[in-house]
């Protein structure tokens, strides 16, 4: 199974600080897409990349991906306790069923 | 849009006994469905694969024969946890893709299983 390895795990900071967080593999990916999950709910599709070198934008959500298709990231400008939660970047598996592997996860605290 | 129901949200049982968890698609056909698992401040780990009408496929470490999926029809796929333990008590997660989309998963909202 290739990973996909995400930083930071985690992440504390105050209302209004920008913050990134990266998904990173040695493999190319075919498309990349990133959830976020609040505790006790199931995860959320926020983005799905799929072209190298794509940006989008969600608000104040930044997601690129990598012109190598390799890597991701996803920045936030001005964060706000809203925006607290488990960010999860995923990966299809087309060689097994389309099943869908996680990163690690980056559980981010955003304080007033 | 694509909705998944999970149920229950919540359960508490007795060790030894057993517990099921129901994956519905409210208004598409999935013929695959996918479970994970999930401890405390850690990722979805993948246990299987459903597949409508055929057998689970099981990531490499998930016991089989404690994990029961059935996938009887293309809106509904169950996990069965066999003679629970207190390890076993973790968040339980589904996932379905609709068929024939590429990208289109939809996640059920858990099940939080606790085994005392």
């Known amino acids: 199974t290739q990973l996909l390895e995400q930083s930071p795990q985690f992440l504390s900071i105050q209302e209004g600080e920008n913050l990134t967080v990266y998904c990173n593999s040695s493999s190319v990916f075919s498309s990349l897409q990133w959830y976020r999950q609040e505790p006790g709910e199931g995860p959320v599709l926020l983005v799905t990349v799929v072209t190298g070198g794509e940006v989008k934008k969600l608000k104040r959500l930044t997601f690129q991906f990598g012109d190598a298709r390799k890597d991701s990231s996803l920045h936030i400008t001005a964060a706000q306790p809203g925006d607290t939660g488990l960010y999860l970047c995923a990966r299809r598996d087309g060689y097994q069923g389309g099943k869908l592997i996680f990163g690690q996860g980056t559980e981010l605290s955003v304080k007033p | 849009g694509a909705v998944v129901s999970q149920h229950p949200s919540r359960v508490i049982c007795k060790s030894g006994t057993s517990v099921k968890i129901e994956c519905r698609s409210l208004?598409?056909?999935?013929?695959?469905m996918f479970w994970y698992r999930q401890f405390p401040k850690q990722s979805l780990m993948l246990m299987a694969t459903?597949?409508?009408?055929?057998?689970?496929?099981?990531e490499q470490g998930v016991e089989k024969d404690k994990f029961l999926i059935n996938h009887a029809s293309l809106t509904l796929s169950t996990l069965t946890v066999t003679s629970a333990h207190p390890e076993d008590s973790s968040f339980y997660i589904c996932?379905?893709?609709?068929?024939?989309?590429?990208?289109?998963?939809?996640f059920g909202s858990g099940t939080r299983l606790t085994v005392v």
């Open positions: 996932s379905a893709r609709k068929a024939g989309g590429d990208y289109g998963y939809t």
């Open positions: 208004d598409f056909q999935a013929t695959t």
């Open positions: 459903s597949n409508e009408g055929s057998k689970a496929t099981y």
